[in-house]
């Protein structure tokens, strides 16, 4: 059973296709946080951005910053949000990789990634040191 993005990307279900290439498709959200709220997705089904290839991931990126331009100035927004729900438990709610371009506007009343989970924890300098050694070792 193939996600709804893919789905949309084989143009059997309806969506406002915005941009595409041989890898990659950008189409309007179906419930969007703002106007010109934008989906970028590989055409390949990728789960995660754990899982995508180098190479899907370069063109992935290169569709995001040729996008967030192209729906910044589409809307005369001030600025934009650019996130992946990367997982389930981040909010992923379709299994498969999309970066999401939100139109942000002065005064609009939406938070940053700071207000995603909205308290800031308390680490010591030893769990700081620990917790940057694992990721730089396994970077
Ligand atoms: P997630 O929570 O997985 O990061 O976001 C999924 C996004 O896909 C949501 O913002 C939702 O509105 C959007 N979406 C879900 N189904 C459809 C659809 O059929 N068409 C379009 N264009 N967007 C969809």
Known sequence: MSTIFS???EGEIPARIV????ATAAFLDANPLAPGHTLVVPKEEYERLNDVPDDV???LYATIHRLVPAVEDAVDADATSV??????AAGQEVP???CHIVPRFEGDGGGNTHTMIGKQ???DDDELDEIAGEIESNA
Do not use: M, R, T, W
């Not at 996130?83 to 389930?88: H, I, L, S, V, W």
């Open 7 to 9: 789905q949309i990307v």
């Open 96 to 98: 498969h990789v999309h």
């Open 121 to 123: 924890i308390d680490l």
């Open 83 to 88: 996130a992946f729900n990367n997982g389930e």
């Open 57 to 59: 991931a370069q063109d």
């Open 19 to 22: 941009y595409e290439d041989e």
